[in-house]
Every structure is written in C-alpha cells, then in structure tokens.
C-alpha cells in the first residue's frame, strides 16, 4: 500500500479560503463530473445542509461539492457562494435554462476564536470554490475549515489548543481512498494510545483526560453546562475515493469512515458534538467495499493526527509545536 496526496486522487479537486484575523474559513470538495455520494451524521448537534437527499431512497444521482466550513449555522451561507461559482462555470445538474449544482455541506462552530461576527459567507464560498478549480495547493493546519478549530475545550479556552484541517490517503492497486477533515473536537487526540493535543493542566505541563474529566464530573454536568453555550465541537470531514460503489454503498462508507474518528478522537459524538463525515466515490474501479471502508477509515484518523499536528498557534490557542511537553 502507497501514500498519497489527497490532491493525487484524479476526478477531485479542493480549495480553501479563510481569514485569519477572524479565524474562520471553508474548504471545498469537487468533484465536477459528479460524485455517488453518502453522508454519516453522528454527532449530537449537527449543522448541514442538503443531506436528506443523500439517503438512498432519495432520487440524488450525483454531487458537485461538498462544503467544510467555520461559522456555526451561519456558515451555511458560503453554500450560495459554490453554487454560483459551479453555475457559472457550466457544472451541475442540467435543467435546461441553467445548471443547478448539488452541493451538500456541514458546519463546525469557531464564534469563539478571532471575531465571532465574522463568519464563511457566499464571497468566501466562492473564492473557495474558485480556488478548487484553479487547482490550487491544498493546505493543512490553519487554513480553510481549520482556521478557527480548537480542540479540548471542557475546561475552558485557557486550557484549550489549536486544532486544524488534514488530509491521509491511500492507494492498493488501483484503488485510491482519501480524507479530509477538520478537527475542531472538544475533547483530546489520541494517536497511538496517548494524547498529543487536548485539554491542558493547570500548569500546563501536560494532558489531562476529556473522558476521565467527565466522569469525574458526571453528577454536576447539568449545573456546569446550563445556560452555558457548548455547540462548540464538531468533526467534520469527507473521504474521496476513485471506487465505483452505490448510493447505500456510500453512506455505509461514510458510516464506517467514521471509525476514524471513534479511534482518534476522545471522546466521540458527543451530545454537543456535530460531527459529520461525507463519502464521495468518483467510480473509476471496481473495488470491494470494505476494503475501501478500511482505508477510509485509517485516512481519517490519520487526517486528525495531521489537523493538529500542522496546526500553528493562533489568538492565544497553542498549538503542538509551541508546547514543550509536546516535544516527542
């Protein structure tokens, strides 16, 4: 099995754009000629838009772009911005007067990072989307959809760190499985047993545990949360992958891609939690959908390893490399 850029997987193309004062951003994911897509929404407060048509039963054939994006719910506005940036460059589902892209997408929350009141918005949709289709470079850490995102947040901002957007793929034979994705977890990551961003101590001399915090903390949840804004989790991320599956093929890929997240991520799918996983499958080779599960799921987890690994420190979050406990 080889690496590969996420970039390399051919029928796929992504762009970013974000402001780094404000700390938000989007990317997007095309696929021009159309994508079998599926979508796996796990999380307990999940922002997306145009999902319900991915269920099978559903007569969605194909999708355009699938859209990451900072913002909370507001972000869903950077939508409109692909939409007219495909519609003008002929790509969608021909109706006769027009195209109409097919573009799903699902939002993290960063309000609290940068200038909450600024937030992705159809201008910065479009410049994403532009940039995608200029073939643009595709960059991790602080950028796109990982410009705002933090992670280990139970305690607080001050105990908090900088998370930020991945990519992992993969290539067996012919087949290529890819993902992105944007951490923005409120608990810590975990990469190969131990924790290499999350919540900080006291001292900051170290992690704390997320999961041993919180059921520390069980019986006073309610008091500690109430009246207190929490939506402000979520991991949010898209696997791309040449494999020729079906509508029901895809949305099971994005369930299991998933794994990644269960693996890297502690805890996962939390009730505050939006996290979301799309699967777009450009149907090049035939493939066993399994097989392509498994690589889907190794590249997400390995996309969260990367979000945080290449993140930098911004608007007082430390990042990995700022921290000397993290040297290792």
């Known amino acids: 099995m080889d690496r590969l850029r996420i970039q390399d997987i051919p029928g796929f193309c992504i762009g970013q754009a974000e ?27 999940p922002g997306t838009r145009d999902t319900d048509a991915l269920d099978p039963r559903c007569n969605r054939e ?17 939508a409109g911005g692909v939409m007219a940036c495909l519609e003008e ?6 109706v006769g007067v027009t195209v109409v892209p097919n573009v799903c997408a699902a939002v993290l929350f960063d309000l609290k990072i940068g200038r909450g009141e600024v937030r992705p918005d159809a201008a910065m949709g479009r410049a994403a989307c532009a940039a995608a289709l200029a073939g643009g470079p595709f960059r991790e850490g602080n950028h796109g959809a990982g410009t705002g995102c933090t992670v280990g947040k139970i305690r607080g901002p001050a105990f908090a760190m900088k998370g930020g957007i991945g990519a992992a793929a993969f290539q067996e034979g012919a087949l290529m499985v890819g993902a992105v994705v944007a951490c923005n977890a409120m608990g810590d990551v975990v990469k190969e047993g131990r924790i290499i961003a999350g919540a900080r101590q006291d001292g900051n001399d170290g992690f704390l545990s997320t999961e041993d915090w919180l059921i520390a903390h069980s019986a006073q949840q309610r008091d500690i949360f109430s009246g207190k804004p929490v939506g402000e989790n979520t991991v949010i991320g898209c696997v791309l992958t040449n494999a020729r599956l079906n509508k029901a093929q895809a949305n099971k890929l994005a369930a299991v891609a998933q794994n990644g997240i269960a693996r890297a991520v502690r805890p996962a799918n939390a009730t505050f939690d939006g996290d979301a996983v799309f699967a777009m499958c450009s149907g090049a080779v035939s493939a066993d959908p399994d097989a392509v599960g498994i690589l889907a799921a190794r590249a997400v987890e390995q996309a969260i390893h990367r979000a945080v690994e290449q993140a930098e420190s911004l608007h007082g979050r430390p990042a990995r490399g700022d921290l000397p406990f993290c040297k290792f």
């Open 62 to 78: 194909a999708v355009h772009a699938v859209l990451l994006t900072g913002g909370s719910a507001f972000g869903l506005d950077a």
């Open 89 to 94: 460059a002929g790509i969608g589902r021909d």
């Open 19 to 45: 402001d780094r004062e404000a700390a938000t951003g989007c990317t997007v994911l095309l696929c021009p000629q159309g994508a079998v897509t599926g979508v796996d929404v796990r999380g307990g407060s």
